[in-house]
Structures are given as structure tokens and as C-alpha cells.
């Protein structure tokens, strides 16, 4: 089965520092991966995703996110912090054949 | 203005109760889906409806019932049964023929507390 690992619970960074949020995917195929953002007491919202086209992936509100299949890594980055960035953020993994769920990471909490 | 909406916002049980909550959409997606959120966990999927008259139990549907009766309705009753009902509920929605596959859309959630 697919799953995710998020390596840190918190991450703080000064407004105008890069933003480093590390995830790592188990799949015993070539998975698609998502991060989605959370903001306090909202839903989710879609940041990326990733499905075999570029490794290297960009997103919303200056996030992008590069596929390497050698670490098994899904990190996502941004160049420089704003104070609208503290959130939420989790990595997500689909698993299964046929109906394909998503499967969440713990999450990592930007501050 | 489309989107999903979830009501109420803040929702509190009495133990024994059943409650249910409200997902409406009018995105015209076709696939519907309940999670719950815990502190410090991810969110973990109760039920996924993919359309109209089907739904499926995901990895934590005990205690939970759910309906699909239209397209742009997916209400969950959480019962009596559930025992530890308190946590962050979120509603999503899929445009595509729900493969769960696709960019998933979110309702803003239900904050559901036991008494």
C-alpha cells in the first residue's frame, strides 16, 4: 500500500527565509502526489500535484515541489516566506487500483 | 458563485444522539467524499459516493450513515454507535468519474463536539 511520511510536525521560518516542508512516499509503483494547504478551521486547498510530466512541479502562491524517484522524496518549497503562508500543509498520496483514495500525510505545521 | 458548503460550522452532541451534517455543491462533480480530521493525524476517509444512489465505506465508516439521494447532496449522520465523534469533519467533491484520482474540492468543514 501507498503511504506518505511527513519528517517534521512544525517548521518555523522568518517572513523572507525559503520554506523547506519534507515529505517521502512509499509506492510499489510510480505514484501521483499532491500537497494541499490548510488554513486554521478551513478546508483544504490544492497547492500541486504531481503525475509523471515533469518532476519538477510548481504551484500556487509561489510553492513548487520536485519528484525524486532515487529518495523517494516529494519536498515542497517556496523561495521566500510570507506571513499568508502559515498553515497547515499536507503530502498526499493516492493508493489502490480501481477506485484510487488519497491518502494524507500527519501534516506539517508552517509558522 | 460555486463551491461546496458545509453546515453548520460548529455543531455540539449530546452523548446518545445522532446528528447529521449538510455537504451541498453545485459544481456538478459527480464524486462525493466524507472525511475526519483528528489533531496531529491526517485527514482519514468515512465515505465516498462516485454517483447518485451508490455510496461505499472508506477505511473508518463504523458509527457513521450517509446518503446520496442527489447529485448535489451528501449528508453524513454521525449515530450514536460512533464513540468518539469529536473531531473536524470535511466534505470534498471530484469532477471526474470519482477514480479519487483527480484534484479533490473542499468544503470549509463541521466542528463536531461531544457533550
Known amino acids: 500500500a501507498q503511504s506518505v511520511t511527513q519528517l517534521d510536525s512544525h517548521v518555523s521560518v522568518s517572513e523572507g527565509t525559503p520554506v523547506l516542508l519534507r515529505c517521502n512516499y512509499s509506492?510499489?509503483?510510480?505514484?501521483?502526489l499532491f500537497w494541499y494547504v490548510q488554513h486554521p478551521n478551513k478546508g483544504l486547498q490544492l497547492l500541486l500535484k504531481?503525475?509523471?510530466?515533469?518532476?519538477l512541479v510548481k504551484g500556487i502562491n509561489g510553492f513548487e515541489a520536485e519528484f525524486k524517484k532515487s529518495e523517494t522524496s516529494f519536498h515542497l518549497t517556496k523561495p521566500s516566506a510570507h506571513m499568508s503562508d502559515a498553515a497547515e500543509y499536507f503530502c498526499?498520496?493516492?493508493?489502490?487500483?480501481?477506485?484510487?483514495?488519497?491518502?494524507f500525510g500527519t501534516g506539517t505545521r508552517l509558522l | 458563485d460555486g463551491g461546496i458548503t458545509q453546515s453548520p460550522k460548529y455543531l455540539f452532541r449530546k452523548e446518545g444522539q445522532n446528528v447529521t451534517l449538510s455537504c451541498e455543491q453545485n459544481?456538478?462533480?459527480?464524486?462525493m467524499y466524507w472525511y475526519r480530521q483528528d489533531p496531529g493525524q491526517g485527514l482519514r476517509l468515512i465515505y465516498y459516493?462516485?454517483?447518485?444512489?451508490?455510496?461505499q465505506k472508506g477505511d473508518i465508516a463504523e458509527g457513521y450513515s450517509v446518503s446520496r439521494e442527489k447529485k448535489e447532496s451528501f449528508p453524513l449522520t454521525v449515530t450514536s454507535a460512533q464513540k468518539n465523534p469529536t473531531a473536524f469533519y470535511l466534505c470534498?467533491?471530484?469532477?471526474?468519474?470519482?477514480?479519487?484520482?483527480?484534484?479533490?474540492?473542499f468544503g470549509p468543514g463541521t466542528r463536531l463536539t461531544v457533550l
Open positions: 509506492s510499489s509503483y510510480s505514484p501521483s
Open positions: 498526499v498520496v493516492i493508493s489502490g487500483t480501481g477506485f484510487q483514495k488519497l491518502v
Open positions: 459544481l456538478n462533480h459527480d464524486a
Open positions: 470534498a467533491s471530484e469532477p471526474s468519474g470519482g477514480t479519487g484520482a483527480d484534484t479533490q474540492y
Open positions: 504531481y503525475t509523471s510530466a515533469a518532476t
Open positions: 459516493s462516485q454517483i447518485v444512489n451508490d455510496f
